[in-house]
């Protein structure tokens, strides 16, 4: 793995961190300094290095964060990461935006909500690839008010 695919995903785990602290109601954040970073984090960001001070803290936080979850990712994980990077990278700039729209909506919800939320995704992903693809296509062929009424249930 290069230095730079590291950091890419790192960027990557800390863009949602970005995002939300971008919500003018979030309390402001520390500055995290770069001599507060452990070794390991310093490596992985090491291209922020000379600029780190002039990052503002949201961005400090989010980089920060996001390479402390990539130094405690195992292979698989870390590979995973890769792949969801490489898809987030090749997405056109308008299906990024909506993704990051989601995001908010989500995180906005109510704690057991968001929970059932994750609870229902991990059902699905443990279901066979076969069924994943059967259900994908019902809610496709659904109109928008059945896909509604079916999200109240």
Do not use: Y
């Amino acid at each position: 793995m290069t230095k730079g695919f590291a950091l890419a995903v790192a960027l990557c785990f800390g863009f949602a961190g970005v995002v939300l602290a971008q919500d003018t109601a979030a309390p402001p954040q520390a500055s995290r300094s770069w001599p507060s970073l452990a070794p390991e984090q310093k490596e992985l960001l090491q291209k922020f290095k000379d600029d780190w001070a002039n990052l503002p803290p949201e961005r400090q936080q989010a980089l920060a964060r996001g390479s402390e979850r990539w130094l405690h990712m195992s292979p698989d994980e870390r590979a995973n990461a890769r792949q969801r990077f490489g898809q987030w990278r090749s997405m056109p700039p308008e299906q990024r935006q909506q993704l990051r729209q989601r995001w908010q909506r989500f995180k906005s919800l109510p704690p057991a909500r968001q929970a059932r939320i994750r609870e229902s995704f991990r059902r699905f992903q443990s279901l066979p690839p076969e069924k994943r693809t059967e259900l994908r296509k019902r809610w496709r062929s659904m109109t928008p008010e059945q896909r509604r009424a079916r999200l109240r249930r």
